[in-house]
C-alpha cells in the first residue's frame, strides 16, 4: 500500500493558539449561525438517531513480541505544543492504550468499528481490523462488552464478519444494505464509528467520487468521501439518508494519518455477496476464468482493429483452467461476459469473481478484428494463490550473440547458450532481447534484455529475419503501431504495443 495511503495511525498536530485567538475575534470571525444549506440536510440527526444503536466498536486484543515491535497497534500519541490544553488529556489517554515495554511477549489492543446486521449478532467489519487477533469484543453503543467469534474474512476486499450472543432479554438494532449503484456524485452520505476510541461519532459529508480504483486490491472499486474519516472508523458502516448502509468505511489517503476529506468505502454492491458467502461458507467462493489479462491501450486497440479501445486483452492463459478448453487464446480481447459488457480489465475481474463457481457462461471476444462467441463453464479461484514476481534480469559477461536491430532493439535467435545466460525455459520459443536503445518506445514499454518476443501482430516469429520483414510489411501497410507478444524468462506472456513511426 503506498505510504500516503493509511488506516490513520497518527493525527495533525493540534494548533491551540491560533485557534484561540481566532475566536477572540468574537462577531468579526462569527457572524452567526450558517444559512441551512451549508448545514446538510435536516434529516442527518434522524439518521444518526434511528441507527447509531447498530453501530459498535471492535475491541481486540493481539500478543507480540515486545522487542523490537515499536508502539502498538493502538498507535502513537500525536505530538502537542508544549502548555497545550490537552497534553495531558492525550498522554493519558494514549498511555493507556498502549502495552509496557519490555522484553518478553506482551498484550496490545487496537479499536475498530463495525454494524450489526441481523439481531442475532452477527456483525460486519473490516479484515485489518480483527487481523492476527488472540480475542475479539463487539462494545455496543450502551457500554456492553461481549465476546465475538470470527465468522470469516476475506482479504482480498478487507471485509470480516463476526458473530456474538446478544445479552439476554436485549433486542438489538440491525441495519440494512442499501443499493450502492444508486449512489450519486454529490449525495450526502454519514459516517459513523469509533474514531481514536472516541466512541460513536457521527460525521457527514458527501460523495465525492465512485468506482474509485487506488491499486489497493484487485477488486478496487471504493466509493470516496469527504465525510470525515480517522483511525478508529475502519469498518463502519457509510449510510445514505435513507439509512441504509451504501459503504464500509476502509482507508483514508493523508498525509497526517488524520482525516483530510480523502476517504474510501467499500460500496455494498461488493459487500453483499462477500458477506452472504462469509455467512454462508466461512469462505469466499469466486469465480475462476484462468487467464491473465491487460489494459487494451490505444496503440494495442490500433493493432488489433478495435475501435474504440475496450475490453480485457488477454496475454496468458493457464493449461489448467477453464479458458483453455473452451478455446480463449492469447491476443483475444474480452468485450462481453455472461452478458455483461467489460469495458476494462478490472470489469472483468470482478464479474468472473461474482460469478458462481460451475457456470456455464457466453464469453465473447475479438480475434483478428471479428466477435467470436466461447462457452466457458467457471472453476473456482485459489484465493491463497500467489503470482510469482518476475526475477530480476541479469547478463552476466559473455561474448555477444549475432544480433539485429530492429525497432530500437537488439535481437538474436535463441540458442542454448543464450538460454542459460538468461536462465530462459526451454518451453519458450521465439527471438531474444538482447539490448534496448535508451529513450526509445522499447525501453519506455519496459522491454529489456532477456525478453523473448513470441508473435509480431499475432504471427509466430523464429529469427530477427521474421520480425524485421513483418515490420516492413506493417510499415507499407500504413500502420502506426505493431503488437508484440512477449515472455519473459519463466513464460510469462504480457503484449506489448510499439510505435512504427
Request: aromatic share 4%; hydrophobic share 40%; with cysteine.
Amino acid at each position: 500500500m503506498p505510504a500516503a495511503i493509511a488506516f490513520s495511525s497518527r493525527i495533525r498536530p493540534l494548533r491551540i493558539r491560533p485557534l484561540l485567538a481566532a475566536l477572540c475575534l468574537g462577531a468579526a470571525v462569527i457572524a452567526g449561525p450558517a444559512p441551512a444549506s451549508a448545514r446538510g440536510p435536516e434529516g442527518i440527526a434522524d439518521v444518526a438517531e434511528k441507527v447509531i444503536d447498530a453501530v459498535v466498536n471492535i475491541s481486540t486484543t493481539q500478543t507480540v513480541d515486545a522487542k523490537g515491535s515499536g508502539e502498538s497497534k493502538g498507535g502513537a500519541a500525536p505530538q502537542l505544543p508544549p502548555g497545550s490544553p490537552f497534553e495531558e488529556f492525550f498522554e493519558d489517554f494514549f498511555k493507556n492504550r498502549r502495552g509496557e515495554k519490555g522484553g518478553g511477549p506482551r498484550k496490545t489492543n487496537s479499536l475498530g468499528s463495525g454494524f450489526i446486521i441481523d439481531p442475532a449478532g452477527v456483525v460486519v467489519t473490516n479484515n485489518h481490523v480483527i487481523a492476527d487477533s488472540d480475542e475479539i469484543n463487539v462494545i455496543l453503543n450502551d457500554g456492553t462488552k461481549i465476546k465475538a467469534e470470527l465468522v470469516g474474512v476475506d482479504k482480498k476486499t478487507d471485509l470480516a464478519v463476526l458473530k456474538f450472543k446478544p445479552p439476554a432479554g436485549k433486542t438489538l438494532t440491525a441495519v440494512k444494505f442499501g443499493d450502492s449503484d444508486k449512489l450519486r456524485l454529490g449525495e450526502w452520505v454519514i459516517a459513523i464509528g469509533n474514531p481514536f476510541s472516541l466512541g460513536g461519532t457521527v460525521t457527514a459529508g458527501i460523495v465525492s467520487a465512485r468506482n474509485r480504483d487506488i491499486n489497493s486490491g484487485p477488486y478496487d472499486s471504493y466509493i470516496q468521501t469527504d465525510a470525515a474519516i480517522n483511525r478508529g472508523n475502519s469498518g463502519g458502516p457509510l449510510f445514505n439518508l435513507a439509512g441504509e448502509v451504501i459503504g464500509v468505511n476502509t482507508l483514508i489517503i493523508s498525509p497526517s494519518g488524520g482525516s483530510i476529506g480523502i476517504g474510501f468505502a467499500v460500496p455494498s454492491k461488493t459487500v453483499v455477496p462477500v458477506v452472504d458467502q462469509l455467512r454462508q461458507f466461512g469462505e469466499l467462493r469466486r469465480g475462476w476464468l484462468g487467464v491473465r489479462i491487460q489494459q487494451v491501450t490505444d496503440e494495442i486497440a490500433e493493432s488489433l482493429s478495435i475501435k474504440p479501445a475496450r475490453g480485457a486483452l488477454v496475454a496468458g492463459v493457464d493449461d489448467k483452467g477453464p479458458a483453455k478448453p473452451a478455446g480463449i487464446e492469447p491476443g483475444d480481447v474480452v468485450v462481453k461476459f455472461d452478458g455483461k459488457d467489460i469495458k476494462e480489465p478490472k470489469d472483468l475481474s470482478r464479474i468472473v469473481a461474482d460469478t458462481a463457481v460451475g457456470k456455464t457462461v457466453d464469453v465473447v471476444v475479438i480475434r483478428k478484428g471479428k466477435e467470436e462467441t466461447k462457452q466457458v463453464t467457471l472453476g473456482r479461484l485459489d484465493d491463497d494463490a500467489k503470482p510469482q514476481p518476475a526475477s530480476a534480469k541479469s547478463q552476466p559477461e559473455a561474448d555477444k550473440p549475432v544480433t539485429q536491430k530492429v525497432l530500437g532493439l537488439d535481437l538474436a535467435a535463441l540458442s542454448k547458450d543464450l538460454r542459460g545466460r538468461y536462465k530462459i525455459k526451454d518451453s519458450v520459443k521465439g527471438v531474444l532481447v538482447t539490448g534496448v536503445d535508451d529513450g526509445s518506445d522499447a525501453a519506455e514499454k519496459r522491454l529489456s534484455a532477456g525478453d523473448v518476443i513470441v508473435e509480431v501482430a499475432q504471427e509466430s516469429v523464429g529469427s530477427a529475419a521474421d520480425i524485421k520483414k513483418r515490420v516492413d510489411q506493417l510499415k507499407k501497410d500504413g500502420k502506426k503501431s505493431v503488437l508484440l507478444l512477449v515472455a519473459n524468462a519463466s513464460g510469462e506472456l504480457r503484449f506489448v504495443a510499439l510505435s512504427l513511426q
